[in-house]
């Protein structure tokens, strides 16, 4: 089972325009949200991430948008980019002390057209 | 440029040799953590080690041993792969394992079995 869905799996864009990826989770456990980009060959790097008493946090193009009632939150790329091509995954971390880790949404591919 | 280094970037094997992946980091951080990647999925925790001790392990086979012989290192020993275990295996580390901070990943090596 899922804990931390996301949508869309894939998702084509117009430079300059707005590209929106969804993530959902169930479990309230979950303290910290955070927003990995992955471009080919590389590993996954922090994008921006959110706590829950945050509606939303701002860092340049990048917006996430958390609702904590409907525990959905969404990562906003503004004037999206050619080279903002790439994948996207949402992530939810929960658990206590050493066995804290991230659980992982299924990605978003992402294409920027010029 | 990543400040997690992994080694060797690609690497093949077959079934019945012993490799080893390396990673290390200075930062300083006191987490670090293995993770495996298939194609077009989010990465797959297999463990965790905070201050040198291993904290968690996802039920890894034993053809899978890690490694952390210091604050900067962290190896994984493999032994009698399968076909099935060709991937990307990355390692990332963080600050410390219960606090939320962002995990900062290498780009990971390329793993194939023959």
């Known amino acids: 089972q899922q804990q931390v869905k996301q949508s869309p799996q894939s998702l084509i864009v117009q430079k300059g325009g707005i590209s929106i990826i969804n993530c959902a989770y169930e479990?309230?456990?979950?303290?910290?949200f955070p927003w990995y980009q992955q471009f080919p060959g590389k590993g996954p790097a922090l994008l921006i991430a959110i706590r829950p008493d945050v509606s939303e946090k701002k860092e340049g193009r990048f917006t996430i948008s958390f609702n904590k009632s409907a525990k959905q939150f969404s990562l906003h790329i503004m004037d999206s980019q050619p080279g903002d091509s790439a994948t996207y995954f949402c992530?939810?971390?929960?658990?206590?002390?050493?066995?804290?880790?991230?659980?992982w949404g299924l990605g978003t591919s992402l294409a920027v057209n010029p | 440029d990543t400040e997690v280094t992994q080694t060797p970037k690609h690497l093949v094997m077959g079934m019945t040799n012993k490799k080893s992946l390396k990673c290390e980091q200075h930062m300083g951080h006191r987490a670090m953590y293995w993770y495996k990647q298939k194609a077009k999925k989010p990465p797959e925790l297999m463990f965790v080690y905070s201050y040198e001790k291993l904290s968690i392990n996802e039920s890894v086979p034993s053809r899978f041993s890690p490694e952390c012989p210091n604050s900067s290192l962290l190896n994984l020993h493999l032994h009698a792969l399968q076909p099935e275990d060709s991937a990307l295996y990355l390692c990332a580390s963080s600050q410390e394992v219960d606090r939320n901070q962002p995990q900062h990943f290498g780009d990971g090596t390329r793993l194939s079995i023959l």
């Open positions: 479990n309230t456990a979950f303290d910290y």
């Open positions: 992530a939810a971390s929960k658990g206590a002390g050493n066995n804290r880790k991230l659980i």
